[in-house]
């Protein structure tokens, strides 16, 4: 599309998507390195947290293991999407 502009109008609209293009990666990149960044220092910090499934935490108030298999009205089971943090 520069290219068919005239003269130093398309030069100069050329230069500026350039560097509008390059400006973007940069951010790109930038944002790629916070993530990775922010995803080791998750991993360093929950280290020590042990991971627990949600079957095998009880839910106190219903008597039930979470997510647990309920049947519906029309005698379709279904897993129960709702679980409460203790």
Same mark, same amino acid.
């Given at each position: 599309?520069?290219? %068919?502009?005239?003269?130093?109008?398309?030069?100069?609209?050329?230069? @500026?998507?350039?560097?509008?293009?390059?400006?973007?990666?940069?951010?790109?990149?930038? @944002?790629?390195?916070?993530?990775? @960044?922010? @995803?080791?220092?998750?991993?360093?910090?929950?280290?020590?947290?042990?991971?627990?499934?949600?079957?095998?935490?009880?839910?106190?108030?219903?008597? %039930?293991?979470?997510?647990?298999?309920?049947?519906?009205?029309?005698?379709?089971?279904? %897993?129960?999407?709702?679980?409460?943090?203790?």
């Amino acid at each position: 599309m520069a290219a %068919q502009l005239p003269g130093r109008t398309g030069d100069a609209v050329l230069g @500026a998507a350039r560097d509008a293009f390059v400006g973007g990666l940069h951010a790109a990149v930038g @944002a790629a390195v916070v993530c990775a @960044a922010a @995803a080791v220092l998750a991993l360093y910090a929950l280290r020590d947290v042990p991971a627990a499934s949600p079957t095998t935490v009880a839910d106190p108030e219903a008597g %039930q293991p979470r997510g647990y298999t309920e049947e519906s009205t029309d005698g379709s089971a279904y %897993q129960s999407a709702v679980t409460r943090l203790p």
